[in-house]
């Protein structure tokens, strides 16, 4: 029994090691949601996202995920009030994020040029949150457990790779100093990289 386990075991990893994979780096646009949208309104076009996925079937991909996205918003002159102190002033609120996901993909159309997908993935963000204000900075920090749905297009241009257009929604769960959970969808363009 010992021995066609360790066969399997080998025969499953042999086939892994000669499937098809996909590497893609994107430029990524964010959208904030919930929370996030509420601190900063302003779109992030700060951001990049590094994907890679092994194509265990022609249909089904499983890898990780790894980005980053800064959103950033100037605060006119103004009196703000945190807790029981009010100050006024200006601020330069900014929020960090990184996801990184384990991932499983599907890809509807194999093997033909243009190759719509939807995935998901599973793991942790992490998020901090810094607000500017004269002489004074107020920082918070973060590690959620994180979701993130996805949607979008694989172009193929030679056997080599081709481009892809993608939509991430990031659900980070609520965590550490935040006491709302972190949400935005992103707008991914990317090249990948495929043998």
Do not use: C
């Not at 949601?33 to 509420?38: A, F, I, M, N, P």
């Not at 790894?66 to 006119?76: I, P, Q, S, T």
């Amino acid at each position: 029994m010992k021995k066609i386990f360790v066969i399997a075991t080998l025969v499953m990893l042999g086939g892994v090691a000669s499937a098809q994979s996909m590497f893609t780096t994107s430029y990524s646009i964010g959208f904030g949601t919930g929370d996030l949208s509420e601190f900063i309104s302003k779109p992030s076009f700060r951001g990049f996202n590094m994907d890679y996925r092994n194509l265990i079937t022609p249909n089904v991909g499983i890898g990780f995920t790894a980005g980053w996205n800064v959103f950033y918003e100037e605060m006119a002159y103004d009196s703000y009030t945190t807790g029981d102190v009010t100050l006024s002033g200006k601020q330069w609120r900014y929020s960090n994020h990184i996801p990184m996901y384990a991932t499983a993909s599907y890809f509807f159309k194999p093997g033909e040029t243009l190759n719509p997908f939807v995935g998901l993935g599973i793991g942790t963000m992490y998020t901090r949150r810094s607000t500017d204000m004269s002489l004074y900075t107020l920082k918070e920090e973060a590690w959620h457990f994180a979701l993130q749905p996805e949607f979008g297009f694989y172009y193929q241009v030679n056997d080599g790779g081709g481009f892809t257009v993608s939509g991430k929604f990031n659900q980070g769960f609520k965590a550490g100093d935040l006491r709302s959970a972190q949400s935005f969808f992103t707008l991914n363009f990317g090249f990948t990289f495929s043998n």
